[in-house]
């Protein structure tokens, strides 16, 4: 099965999340709520700002959350807690961790742990400045090695399958 830019992002996103301290699996619901909040973008959806966070705010509290909203640096999506877990939204969708194993890790026919080392490893190596913001996330880890990714993920699934 084919890895898109779809998935390349949803678990770079995901280990972007992991590494600033979100648990794994409220971490994979941040990458497929990103990937599906980017998709929704680029089909010309704009999100409204929810509160403007100064880069002092966001390097003193990276991490900051309400009971319906979550930033992550200077990046908000809605939240919603279900039985103790914590999922984020979009439209009222939760992203669950069945639906990331769903829609991102069954295109890896079941290699999917080590293209998610490879992306930790990869988001790793930049600072925190760039993990917590949305644009230099964006423009300096994913658009640079996403057709890459999805092209060196994809033939890894297929010698799998």
């Known amino acids: 099965m084919r890895v898109g830019r779809f998935q390349v992002m949803a678990t770079l996103q995901a280990a972007r999340a992991f590494i600033l301290g979100m648990p794994e ?40 959350e309400t009971r319906t909203v979550y930033h992550l640096g200077d990046e908000m999506a809605f939240k919603s807690v279900q039985k103790g877990q914590t999922y984020f939204t979009i439209g009222g969708q939760l992203q669950t961790d069945s639906d990331f194993e769903r829609q991102i890790e069954a295109r890896f026919s079941g290699v999917f742990e080590k293209a998610w080392k490879e992306a930790l490893a990869l988001v790793k190596k930049y600072d925190q400045e760039v993990l917590l913001s949305q644009r230099s996330f964006y423009e300096l880890v994913y658009k640079p090695r996403r057709d890459a990714l999805a092209e060196k993920w994809t033939d890894l699934s297929a010698k799998a399958a």
């Not at 994979?28 to 705010?57: C, D, H, Q, V």
């Open 25 to 64: 699996s409220m971490a994979k619901s941040w990458g497929l709520n990103r990937a599906i909040f980017y998709a929704a973008a680029k089909r010309g959806f704009r999100k409204k700002p929810e509160m403007i966070r100064t880069k002092e705010r966001i390097f003193r509290e990276p991490i900051e």
